[in-house]
């Protein structure tokens, strides 16, 4: 398999290749340049199997130049092992009549981003020693919230990696930032910055592109790569999981083989909507994917008009993970659907303007598969978190999986109620239980950990000692310094 920028430069890598350096050098984003397709026999031989073994699976049809099945099993047992997602990676819960959650957050920090980043520090290490890189490799992560706490972890001590993570001072919950803060390894360091999500993965993408910064870092035997999901290494682990799923759906009779369902994915940054996507393109019977936002509706209104435009006021909100007006990965869908001259135009307008539009005609195609649809305000979280806890046996959810809820919802009533809706779910409800508490209750703590408590006595469910557990633990990186985003290249340098 080989890989391509989606900007069409002609720059071609292996999957190797590609996951080492993270980004292209035109800029765009690495993509396989032709899709495995899933066979019936295959679908059906996963279908036997564990979560590790599939994930080793389907990894090998698109790593299959570099990694062998073997080593991608290997990783995939020790990633997905019982200590590190107890009760399972990414188990299916029936909610209601033809609705079914996909729940991504059993582990390690309790978000979906432990599904690839538990993963991906594996085929890093691999990759450097494929590729007969010397250097040490350079991870740097813009996050808004959860991707920095699981990058932190994942790559925690790994040999021939430092990680440094950039988050925004204000725009993470309390136990996000104190997960980060509180992280352990010898190899991390972690920044908060004045400004939103979009400030601090403008600084990290304006950080690969500076060619002083990365001279600087090469003298010190250092190179840049990404632990976002800009990195295809970070992707690939999350196209397994729906596949699984729908495995899953249909070992529990919730589905017949080969029928389809549709997706509803609480999307920001839209590496996990695409990899639905991707995992469509293969094949797997998906109907339609709703991509489920919150008040922070860019891609809402860019399915619904084709203008994508951060020129927009910024909110900030309960699910603030989803608080995003730069979709990165949407350059990828721009590929797959208008190929790499179009991409690199859109892409140059979006640089320049920070808007584009797309045409009439592709507008149209992207409909055919996707649905934009938002929860206009924290209000509407609150109530469809309150609302699922009522009507479907206690079920808890977190602030960012009751946009999915309420968008499925809706799409239900309004479209298409007779086909299975997998609503994926993103977080624990106690990473965000202030929120969550506060859907059920007028009564709610100042300090997070006393709501998450109270949350556990109102609920009768029990907190991840992942969360609670961070209490005792010493804080290595004070939130309360931020730096100003023109001061992260500087920063990087000194720390590589």
């Known amino acids: 398999m080989r890989y391509i920028s989606t900007r069409g430069s002609g720059e071609v890598t292996t999957s190797a290749g590609a996951i080492k350096q ?8 690495f993509v396989p340049e032709e899709l495995p397709i899933l066979t019936d026999a295959f679908l059906s031989e996963l279908c036997a199997l564990s979560y590790p073994e599939r994930a080793a699976k389907i990894l090998y049809l698109y790593l299959n130049d570099d990694y062998t099945e073997e080593e991608l099993l290997a990783d995939c047992r020790e990633a997905y092992s019982e200590e590190r997602f107890p009760g399972g990676a990414a188990p299916v819960v ?33 990759a450097l020693v494929k590729t007969g890189e010397k250097r040490t490799a350079y991870i740097l992560v813009a996050t808004s919230g959860d991707t920095g706490k699981a990058a932190l972890e994942g790559y925690r001590d790994v040999e021939k990696v430092k990680i440094s993570v950039f988050y925004p001072v204000s725009g993470v919950s309390a136990i996000q930032k104190l ?4 992280q352990e390894g010898s190899n991390v360091t972690v920044h908060s910055v004045v400004g939103n999500f979009d400030d601090a993965q403008n600084g990290v993408k304006a950080i690969f592109a500076d060619k002083e910064a990365i001279a600087a870092v090469n003298e010190k035997d250092c190179f840049f790569s990404s632990a976002n ?39 920001g940054n839209f590496g996990n909507i695409l990899a ?9 019977p998906i109907n339609h994917l ?14 619904k008009t084709g203008i994508y435009d951060r020129n927009r006021p910024f909110y900030t909100t309960v699910s603030p993970s989803m608080d995003i007006l730069i979709s990165s990965n949407l350059e990828r869908l721009l590929f797959y659907t208008a190929g790499a001259e179009v991409t690199g135009k859109l892409m140059a307008e979006l640089k320049q303007n920070g808007r584009y539009e797309i045409s009439a005609d592709l507008l149209r195609r992207l ?9 206009p305000d924290d209000r509407e979280i609150r109530r469809s978190i309150r609302r699922t806890f009522d009507l479907c046996s206690g079920y808890l959810a977190d602030t960012h999986t ?15 109620r007779q086909r299975t809706m997998l609503i994926v779910s993103t977080a624990s409800p106690y990473k965000f239980s202030p929120a969550v508490l506060a859907s059920l209750t007028d009564e709610v703590p100042a300090d997070e950990f006393d709501s998450m408590r109270k949350l556990s006595e109102l609920t009768g469910t029990e907190i991840p000692e992942k969360l609670i557990g961070v209490l005792n633990k010493e804080v290595r990186f004070d939130p309360a310094k931020p730096i100003k985003a023109d001061e992260m290249k500087d920063t990087v340098v000194a720390e590589a």
């Not at 495995?247 to 999307?267: Q, R, S, W, Y």
């Not at 055919?368 to 649809?373: I, K, P, Q, S």
């Open 229 to 267: 999901s800009i990195n295809w290494g970070r992707l690939a682990p999350q196209i397994a999981y729906y596949i699984s799923a729908y495995c899953d759906l249909v070992n529990k009779g919730a589905v017949a083989f080969g029928e389809e369902i549709n997706v509803t994915v609480p999307t």
């Open 367 to 375: 409909n055919v598969v996707f649905t934009g649809l938002c929860c």
């Open 290 to 303: 709703i991509c489920a936002s919150n008040q922070n509706s860019v891609l809402t209104d860019f399915f």
């Open 22 to 29: 993270g980004i292209a050098k035109d800029g765009g984003l």
């Open 402 to 416: 009751g946009v999915a809820l309420y968008c499925a919802e809706k799409y239900q009533l309004l479209v298409d």
């Open 179 to 182: 997960q980060m803060a509180t």
């Open 94 to 126: 029936r909610i209601g009549d033809k609705t079914e959650v996909l729940e991504l957050w059993h582990g390690p920090t309790c978000a979906f981003k432990d599904m690839a980043l538990q993963l991906m520090p594996k085929l890093l290490s691999r």
């Open 276 to 284: 639905a996507y991707m995992a469509k393109k293969m094949g797997l």
